[in-house]
């Protein structure tokens, strides 16, 4: 469907009267597309976190983080949303200045936002692994991992809050920021390879414990799913 074949109002038979729609998807405007990803991924976590603490009535460490990791991503899809009202997913031409300098404002804390929910949920993972298994050396290996997931992202905080010239490092003029790629595509690189760590360490875990294989697969699916 075309954008010229989309009413600007969307007409109802009752008594509703009439309303712009949500948002308008145009070849110079695809911001819709990163509100509708945002707000159903947090909805997915905040269904997700509830069936977890219905299923585990108490506030272990693995659920404070996840609950707070939850928290915060209501906080980041909230200013992702103010991001796309000011110009994200819109060409810098097609947005005026004053527009320009909230998007910023608002992409450079999503940036950093982003760091901490992805240290917070892998954190609440290792925390679930660590509350279950008995082996000193697999302990000791998954709190060096999760130490090391902890000053990635504070490098990665650090990076991305510095990756503009001072004292404005919020402006994301490209003209002003430097190795923005080199940032960009480090963080994911990390991020990928301890997300495929994470999904393999169940496996590992469970390898000597003393269940039937069709339940260390369950276990194993169950912690998969995140690769998804």
């Not at 299923?55 to 991001?83: F, Q």
């Not at 940036?111 to 949920?121: A, D, G, P, R, T």
């Not at 992202?153 to 920021?177: E, H, I, M, N, V």
Request: glycine residues 4%.
């Amino acid at each position: 469907m075309s954008a010229e074949s989309i009413p600007s109002t969307l007409e109802f038979d009752s008594n509703g009267g009439t309303y712009p729609p949500h948002g308008l998807i145009t070849p110079g405007d695809h911001g819709p597309f990163v509100v509708v990803t945002t707000w159903v991924k947090m909805c997915l976590m905040v269904l997700t976190l509830a069936a977890r603490l219905a299923t585990r009535r108490n506030w272990s460490r693995d659920n404070i983080t996840i609950t707070v990791a939850a928290v915060v991503s209501i906080l980041y899809s909230v200013v992702v949303h103010i991001a796309v009202n000011h110009g994200l997913g819109r060409h810098r031409a097609a947005i005026g200045n004053r527009k320009f300098y909230v998007y910023s404002r608002a992409r450079y804390a999503t940036q950093v936002l982003e760091i901490i929910i992805l240290c917070l949920s892998k954190s609440s993972l290792l925390l679930v692994f660590l509350r279950l298994t008995p082996s000193r050396p697999a302990i000791t290996a998954l709190r060096l991992f999760a130490v090391s997931i902890l000053l990635w992202g504070f490098a990665a905080s650090f990076a991305l809050l510095f990756q503009c010239d001072r004292p404005q490092t919020w402006d994301l003029t490209p003209s002003r920021c430097h190795n923005q790629d080199i940032i960009y595509y480090s963080n994911g690189v990390v991020n990928i390879l301890s997300d495929v760590v994470i999904t393999a360490l169940p496996a590992v875990l469970l390898f000597k414990v003393q269940i039937s294989r069709e339940r260390k697969l369950a276990v194993f699916g169950i912690f998969a799913v995140r690769a998804l």
